[in-house]
């Protein structure tokens, strides 16, 4: 008996099917989406807070810690180049496409969004002149389906958008189809497919995926985070009750007579309490009094310990959340308080990394050039430790007296492969420079006429010779 697989086989059920899987995904991405942007819900709010604040309070929380979970990791993921293969030029060319693409910018939106919801895409597409055109893509607009056993072959991709007018957008990538069709306001089903050949053999979707396991499945940095950030919440409503309560406590009399009226009920005292007023009474017996104003320091101290969780959880550093003395930590102690979130940086960076180089492959496919089988690829990132420039710079020094050539220094420094292109040219101009003033007959040292030596003919001829071969190199 032979079994068929139960996969969908036109271009309509695979739009069908994967807007299923993408309604899913964006329900699941909105409320990261919320936690992240402070919108928290206050569902636990007590009626008291509610009498007290009203809606002061509702959707706005800023209280918000998911925001700096995130922040903190993003702030610490800029890409920086590529090294493609052993010549200069294919990284310069990698670039190129990069800077072309604006993803200097970009590449922050796509390393947040997937630090926020778990997952976001990239798309790779040709222009009408040829060219890459790369597209970062939201969770809530993008969806993949991968082949069955892989975490990497992608079988299908839709992207689905509506516009200002009602109007719902759909492309259906396929390995060698990639179909468009528009779902219009009113009607009951999408309009026709129109259809064209996918040159790149592939789907052209990379996925950036946080935290992915072997199952498949992304996580999203908040995920952990989010029932202490409700709870800190919790806290903060019920200190605020406090305070509302506590900020007049209460007052009391004893000995004081109260009227009442006809019916034997009393009536409200004769007098108001309030700031600018004053309490008396004719009876020498009565005695005033008010209880005790109410303590918070428990509050505050629960909230500590909370927010502790989450750096915790989050491997955050703790004085990015709470100041214990008057001087932050600084030196060694910094970067011990640093490690684990530093850690955690160079680990996205290795995912990112494979997805990027990906996205710079399937941008060479564009190009049909044999780099885009380059998978010795790496992507160059800014180093996610934060360091003093005198610390850095001596401990490039001494990787400079250890051999390390001097190209790699520069690297390490944080500079970018287009600065150190233009190094290298700056350094054949100054040897070319220096050349010159020795042809002129000027000390390079001192910017002095030079003592002649030598037969002049014999000297401008080696000199002419010399400039030429650095010109040659240059």
Known sequence: MTFIEPYPRSPLEWVKHLEGELSNQSATARRYDDYYEGRHQLSFAAAKFREAFGAMFDGHWADNFSSLVVDSV????QVNGFRFTSDPEADADALDIWQRNGLDADSDAAHTDSLVTGASFVTVWGDSDGQPVIVPESAHEMVVSYAPGSRKVIRAALKKINDEWGDTHATLWLPNRVYASTYTAGRQDWDEFTEAVNPLNRVPVVPLLNRPRLNGKAASELKRVIPLQDAVNKVMIDALIASEMGAFPMKWAVGLPLEEDENGKAQPPPFEVALDKMIHSEDPETK????SVADLSNYVRLIEALVQHIASVSRMPVHYMLQQSGQPPSGANIKSAEAGLVAKVRQRQ??????????????????DDPRQYAHQAETLWADAEYRSEAEHIDALLKLKALGVPQRQLWQDAGYSPA???RFDAMTMQDLLDEQMRRDLGVDPSTDQP????GDDADTL????????????AA
């Open 450 to 453: 030079a003592s002649p030596a």
């Open 288 to 291: 005033f009094g008010q209880f």
């Open 350 to 367: 290795r995912t990112y990394g494979e997805g990027w180089e990906d996205v710079m492959r399937l941008s060479f496919a564009v190009l």
């Open 74 to 77: 993003a702030e610490r993921l």
């Open 419 to 421: 600065q150190i292109a």
């Open 461 to 472: 001829s080696e000199s002419g010779q010399s400039r030429k071969a650095i010109a040659e």
